[in-house]
């Protein structure tokens, strides 16, 4: 066991979060910059006032960081990542390697907070699961045989409809278009403007163009049938999802996390319904669909297990 | 190195092939029966011919077949198998141990088939790859860092259209339901039974019910607009689950196998134009879609690899 700290986190479109992590996935310090225009400056910002912070004579045996985007994990090169500045075709890992001089690891979010589940949540006792991130994108990570995959996982951006509406991707029908928390806010709202009943219309004083997946889940909490609704069909295309993932991964969870799974009453419980109908029974009957237990600390977790996991190699000459 | 022979290869709804196999995966002799109605005893009887002919004191070090439908690896059970009679919830390497008492190992056919074409076919140079078998169904396996994922992946039953026809696996819109050489016949007579004209309408004196892919490639080279464009549609079809698997797998090849490969030029290559708009361009970029090189050996030879495997692991004591 290295006895060491390490610096981990996650970049999205909107934060930068890093944390000081001890070998126990203990998390000695926190902090979060705004991701802005230029992101890497606000990394390194955060890198080094951590790496101030390590108590006494410990070392920083390693950084990881997770990135909202499609990530090539060997070279540590994000190939895509609509959401975050100038990140696109930069090789993250090189950049931080270079000012630092430790071991790197740099993967995609969900692929991150699977991993995070499996070594310290909800995943601990499962061999076999995928997770989902159910926010406003949908992202997928998958665990076999006790090891993260090194694919990207996608999931969000599968076809499960063929015609479906164009996706910010470029494919057509996608996951995402119909199941996350975009795609909830997008058909209530285009509900409202056909003129469809909802207490919904009055929220905002009438800019109804500002609510929230949360305002949604709120009002069909109350009975609104639109809200009920468009959870509903929004569920069962998440049900056809993990329906799919059934079929691909034959796992023995699924774990969700992300902000929607506060709407479990409605939302995933379709999905749940659905998914139970299309999937092989004898894979459906041996899944256990269930949340995530390490919540927003899952992808930082992951990271600082994988570079723990990278150092004590490096320590052993692997 | 075990200097031993074994036992492989696969059980479908049609036939069971067994054959004699040595370290290099040369097949030594090749033996076959039609499945019928008691699968188990076809099974024994082919397994008891091949032990009689091992030669000198050479010795069988364990037996493996790959079977068509839902397989437990773990425990050798067959979930789920639909067009062998009486194998569903049998626990085949049960059976298999007790009556010959070597290592035995069970998987499913297009699983077998990629570890085949990952040991000695066309996916031997690759780390990471799925591979598709295109026949009256439509099946998948994957490999990962150089190993077979013991996952279902059961790529022909994951929804590409929400609300498409039932599948006889009870899911709506499954791949297969539009991918498959089922469904390309079935299109096809379908169209023509609408009075759609085509030059299918005389095969077979008129009974085109008789029709098979082949039948309907060989009109389409002839130029036909109905064969052409049932094709077409079923590649495109399969393009978008192709287009899902590279979103979820990320691999450096795609490998398909199975009869419909002889209709590459129409249906394989509208697969691939379809999956080229609708992949990730960065993941689509680095896949090669390629056939495979060991045709209907793949499965024979990936279940022997999977027996030598176990066999040196059994004799390393691990």
Redo the contacts between chains.
């Keep these: 066991m290295i006895e060491h700290f390490c610096i981990a986190g996650d970049i999205g479109g909107t934060n930068i979060r890093a944390s000081l992590i001890d070998t126990e996935y203990r998390i000695v310090s926190k902090l979060k910059e705004t991701t802005g225009d230029n992101p890497l400056s606000a990394l390194f910002r955060l890198i080094d006032r951590l790496y101030g912070s390590v108590p006494g004579d410990l070392a920083v045996c390693g950084i990881g960081f997770a990135v909202a985007g ?1 990530v090539e994990t060997s070279s540590g090169t994000i ?2 990542s609509p959401n975050i500045r100038n990140f696109s075709g930069l090789n993250l890992k090189e950049e931080i390697q270079r000012r630092y001089g430790v071991v790197v690891r740099i993967e995609n979010d969900a692929n991150a907070a699977a991993f995070g589940e499996k070594v310290a949540g909800a995943g601990s006792t499962f061999s ?1 699961f995928i997770i989902l991130t159910l926010g406003t994108g949908i992202g ?1 990570g998958i665990v ?2 006790g090891r993260l ?7 969000g ?6 015609s479906g509406p164009q996706c910010g ?4 029908g996608c996951l995402e278009s119909y199941a996350s928390a975009t795609a909830i806010i997008g058909s209530a709202i285009s509900s409202i403007e056909k003129g469809v009943p909802s207490i919904l219309r009055n929220s905002y004083n009438g800019n109804f163009y500002k609510l929230t997946a949360e305002n949604i889940y709120m009002a069909a909490l109350e009975g609104d049938p639109l809200a009920r609704s468009v959870l509903r069909e929004a569920g069962k ?1 998440l049900g ?1 999802g993990i ?2 993932m059934i ?5 023995e969870a699924v774990i969700l996390t992300g902000g929607l799974l506060g709407a479990w009453k409605i939302y995933i419980e379709a999905a749940i319904a659905e998914a139970s ?7 459906f009957s041996k899944v256990r669909i269930i949340p995530s237990s390490l919540g927003d600390d899952a992808g930082t977790i992951g990271m600082a297990a994988l570079v723990f996991e990278k150092a004590e190699e490096c320590a052993a000459g692997i």
Excluded: D, Q
């Design positions: 499609i190939l895509r076999n997928g076999v045989n995959l090194p694919v990207a996982a996608e999931i951006h599968t076809t499960v409809n063929t991707c470029g494919n057509l295309a056809i329906a799919n079929n691909i991964t034959s796992p109908k299309r999937a092989f029974p004898e894979l």
